[in-house]
């Protein structure tokens, strides 16, 4: 038996060494995980006993986290977009910076609802986790998405967190390499993805919690990064309906080359959107109406 106090101060130490940042939150999240309370109780309840049970997985969990092993994985759950979502090593641990793409998204049916049949179809591209897919049918009641990879242990998990939040229903999950298993002709209102885009010559740049435990499938975009935009934007252009829309997330520096490639498929670009930092994090382009 040991406090929380003890423990706390055990893990921290133990983080510090390892050079971890935020090790006093870190602790605080793994005790928590581990008696299932929330971060108020740790805090609040120093002396509260925790049973040898709880401090050998609490020493075994800090233990992977002083090796690099991002806290997402430990805890199998990850917030986004107001959302918990439960992650594994088979997905990309979701980013604030997603969240961008899906308040995006949903702004411009909301903006233009009346333009869009009363059905909403979208595919969700590389759709991991399923953070993007889900969230957006949650804001979006009338909508259907197809959510695409090329992982099926990904699948899995998108498959859990769109029952999780009770959208299952307007879901359909399909495993195959962009739309290669999509029907020829049948096309979507919006298309969406966060593709993985980090340059391969850039590996050495990440640090150990992306290089070494994050799935490598759904980082690397080829040798420069811009490997699976080279395919998936004109295949894109395939499978959207007229004035229908699509919507990357782009890496750093990277907005100037995909509009290039979006206006070569015969794309529009509407807007490329800034995160936070300043940093063009989101291209916005439609096909044009038959009538163009």
Known sequence: METIAAARRG???????????????????????????????????PEYLLNDDSLA???ALAARRAQGEPLQYLTGEREFYSRAFHVTPDVLIPRPETEFLVETAVGIIRENRKT????????????????IAVSMLCEIPDAFCCAIDCSVPA???????????HVDGRMVRLCCD????????????????NPPYVAEMDYNNLSIEVREFEP??????????????????????NHLSAGGYIIL?????????????????GFFTETIVKDLQGISRCLVAHKPNKSV
């Open 178 to 193: 962009l739309f290669s298993s999509v029907a020829p002709r049948e096309c979507f209102d919006l298309i969406l993805s």
């Open 216 to 237: 490598a499938l759904a980082l690397f975009g080829g040798e420069d990064g811009f490997e699976i935009y080279r395919r998936l934007i004109p295949a894109s252009f």
């Open 11 to 45: 893990i921290i130490h133990e983080l510090k060494r390892a050079g971890m940042e935020s090790p006093e939150l870190t602790a605080d999240l793994l005790i928590g995980f581990v008696i299932e309370r929330d971060r108020v109780f740790v805090l609040c309840h």
């Open 116 to 131: 869009f049949p009363s059905v909403i179809r979208f595919a969700d591209v590389g759709t991991g986790s399923g953070c």
């Open 249 to 265: 997330e782009l890496g750093a520096g990277q907005a100037g080359e995909v509009e290039h490639l979006a206006e070569q498929a």
């Open 57 to 59: 997985q609490l020493h």
């Open 155 to 165: 699948l899995t998990i998108a498959g859990e967190n769109a029952r999780r939040h």
